[in-house]
């Protein structure tokens, strides 16, 4: 059976809602990243199968046909979008994989796109008159009652775990300051709109998050990602394939995406890694590098000790903390920046994993 390699992976950097990004749409943030994922890699155009895109918060049709188009892809890659809100970047790359195994394909583009800025209105309309509701978040389970907020939720997981306020502006400061000691390089980063760095890192020190906006409990604007904007792909490719190429090849050896509580989203890559760990036949300790998402804090202080994991090895550049968080595009930039932290150290065995609203956990496992 053939393997899935990752031959190239790359982002846009990420910019806060309503930044220096905020004019782009979800086809002007693709399309370059995409075609440079392409460049690096070593691949025309006419040599992607398909397209599968991740957005979860809009403009709704099938944006992963329109981003294919627009990075001039041929008209017969067709372009699957796909949303399983946050884990929906990483679950993109785990639809190539099992289309390159199967046979079905032997170059996917995988990751995905997001624009805050750009998020379209939304209303709830009814019958016999009554006028349309807005509404922000859309609901994640059918019962209200276990369907938190997401700032709820991880507040009551810092509380069932004990996790306080000041660990978590400690797992924030460390991000930032992780993010600013080593800068993305050149080969993960795609300029953009005059942009090439990530907007929002910044010198963060604890004084700063004691004085930050609550937000509730005792998650704060300091301890909690901030919405964004970015592209993320990766060009996932059969062994056939990559043996026509010279530059790097991570394998992607195992995926898995898993339903837990819908009240702890936070908990749910537990699950996963679980599962990933089962599969693989691996413990914690046999792992070099980690990409664990940061939604909020205290969510990747409860993975990382869920998981038995040295906090040595998780998000070495800095984490969603540090950057934003563009939903549908997190997953595949924890994949972009796993991917270059094992070409970076020149091989070994690397996890991402990342929550989703609803209580679902999606984690992938990398070997180079």
């Known amino acids: ?40 890699a070593g691949l025309t155009a006419n040599r992607v199968d398909e397209v599968i895109c991740s957005t979860a918060i809009g403009p709704g049709g099938n944006p992963a046909r329109s981003v294919a188009l627009a990075s001039g892809l041929p008209e017969g890659v067709a372009g699957l979008s796909i949303d399983r809100q946050c884990a929906g970047g990483l679950d993109a790359l785990a639809l190539a994989r099992q289309m390159v195994l199967s046979g079905a394909a032997e170059v996917v583009v995988a990751g995905g796109v997001e624009s805050y ?40 997981l810092a509380r069932a775990q004990d996790i306080s306020r ?3 502006d400690e797992w924030a400061v460390q991000s930032h300051a992780k993010a600013l000691e080593h800068l ?3 080969a993960e980063l795609v300029p953009l709109a005059g942009l090439d760095s990530d907007a929002f890192t910044r010198r ?31 060009m996932v490719v059969s062994d ?18 898993k339903g837990g509580r819908p009240e702890e989203p936070g908990l749910a ?20 590098v980690a990409e664990i998402m940061e939604a909020y804090a205290v969510q990747a202080i409860a ?23 563009p939903i549908g595009a997190s997953g595949a930039i924890n994949a972009v920046r796993l991917w270059h932290e094992l070409v970076a150290r020149g091989g070994g065995t690397g996890l991402a994993a990342i929550a989703a609203a609803g209580g679902i956990g999606s984690a992938a496992l990398m070997r180079l």
């Not at 530059?247 to 995926?255: H, I, Q």
């Not at 869920?306 to 903390?321: C, D, E, H, M, Q």
């Open 1 to 40: 059976m053939t393997r899935a390699l990752i031959v190239s992976a790359c982002r846009s950097p990420v910019a806060p809602r309503g930044g220096a990004l905020s004019h782009l749409s979800l086809p002007d943030l693709a399309a370059p990243v995409v075609s440079a994922a392409l460049a690096r």
């Open 117 to 156: 800025s750009r998020q379209p209105l939304r209303y709830r309309t009814f019958v016999g008159g009554r006028p349309p509701e807005a509404y922000g978040q859309a609901p994640f389970t059918p019962w209200p009652d276990r369907d938190p907020d997401m700032a709820e939720a991880a507040a009551a």
């Open 166 to 168: 000041a660990a978590q």
């Open 184 to 186: 993305p390089s050149e």
């Open 204 to 234: 963060l020190t604890p004084a700063l998050c004691r004085r930050a906006k609550v937000l509730t409990g005792d998650i704060t604007s300091a301890n909690a990602a901030v919405a964004a904007d970015a592209a993320a792909f990766c």
């Open 240 to 257: 056939r394939v990559a043996e026509e190429l010279s530059g790097p090849k991570v394998e992607l050896r195992s995926t898995a995406t």
């Open 269 to 288: 890559p537990l699950v996963a890694i679980g599962d990933l760990f089962r599969q693989s036949n691996l413990a914690p300790g046999d792992l070099d």
């Open 303 to 325: 993975c990382v000790n869920g998981a038995r994991l040295s906090p040595g090895i998780v998000n070495l550049g800095g984490g969603a903390l540090a950057r934003g968080h």
